[in-house]
C-alpha cells in the first residue's frame, strides 16, 4: 500500500529537549511538507522541500529544523528554542509535475505534548 | 494577500438534512480549489479538486461547485458519518504552497 508513515502517534517532550519527527513516504513524490495545527488556527506550513537536499522555510519555521537527504524521508525537529511546541503536527506530499494542481496527500499525524 | 475564508465556522445537522459550506477565497490568478475532510486526531483526506469556474465534483453525498470568487460543498441528506471538519485550499502565488482556510466543523446528529 502506498502512503505517508509519521511516527510516533503520540510524542512526550521536556524541557529543553530536541525531538524529532519521523515522515516516511512511498508515493514516489518529489515535494513534501510539515505543517503544525493547533485549535482555531488551520494548518500552518513550517518547511517544505521540493527536492533531495533542498528545502524552504514556512510561515512558521523558528524553532524548528528539517532534513531531505533521501526522496522518501522529511523528519522534523523540533528544538528547545521552539517555546510553544504542542500541537498537532501533519506531514504531507505531493508529485511535482509541472501541473500547477497536484493534490497533497497527508500522513496520520503527530501528536506533540510538553511534560 | 491571499486568503481563504470558510464559512460557517461550525454547522449542526439533522441527518437527512441537506445544505452547504462556503469556501472564498482572495488570490491573485486562481489556479484551482482543493476540498479535504479532516476528522479529529487524523490527518486531512483529499475529496476533490476544483480546476476553473464552473466546474463540479461529486462523490456519494457531496457535491463540490466552483465559481469566480467561492466554491460550495453541498451536503445532500447527510449522515452521521458524514460529521468532520471540512477544509478548503488555494495554491499561493508560486504553486509550492497553500492557501488554507480554517474548516467547517460539521456535526451529524442522527
Known amino acids: 500500500d502506498g502512503g505517508i508513515t509519521q511516527s510516533p502517534k503520540y510524542l512526550f517532550r521536556k524541557e529543553g529537549q530536541n525531538v524529532t519527527l519521523s515522515c516516511e513516504q512511498n508515493l514516489n513524490h518529489d515535494a513534501m511538507y510539515w505543517y503544525r495545527q493547533d485549535p482555531g488556527q488551520g494548518l500552518r506550513l513550517i518547511y517544505y522541500s521540493q527536492i533531495v537536499n533542498d528545502f524552504q522555510k514556512g510561515d512558521i519555521a523558528e524553532g524548528y529544523s528539517v532534513s531531505r537527504e533521501k526522496k522518501e524521508s522529511f523528519p522534523l525537529t523540533v528544538t528547545s528554542a521552539q517555546k510553544n511546541p504542542t500541537a498537532f503536527y501533519l506531514c504531507a506530499s505531493r508529485r511535482t509535475s509541472g501541473r500547477a494542481l497536484e493534490t497533497q496527500y497527508f500522513g496520520p499525524g503527530t501528536r506533540l505534548l510538553v511534560l | 494577500e491571499d486568503q481563504v475564508t470558510q464559512s460557517p465556522e461550525a454547522l449542526r445537522l439533522q441527518e437527512g438534512e441537506s445544505s452547504s459550506l462556503n469556501c472564498s477565497y482572495t488570490v491573485s490568478g486562481l489556479r484551482g480549489l482543493f476540498w479535504y475532510r479532516q476528522d479529529p486526531g487524523k490527518g486531512p483526506e483529499f475529496l476533490f479538486t476544483l480546476y476553473s469556474a464552473g466546474e463540479e465534483k461529486e462523490k456519494e453525498r457531496l457535491k463540490a461547485t466552483l465559481t469566480k470568487k467561492e466554491s460550495f460543498l453541498h451536503i445532500t441528506a447527510p449522515k452521521p458519518e458524514d460529521s468532520a471538519t471540512y477544509l478548503c485550499?488555494?495554491?499561493?502565488?508560486?504553486?509550492?504552497?497553500?492557501?488554507w482556510g480554517l474548516g467547517t466543523s460539521l456535526a451529524v446528529n442522527p
Open positions: 485550499a488555494v495554491p499561493g502565488g508560486n504553486n509550492r504552497k497553500l492557501i
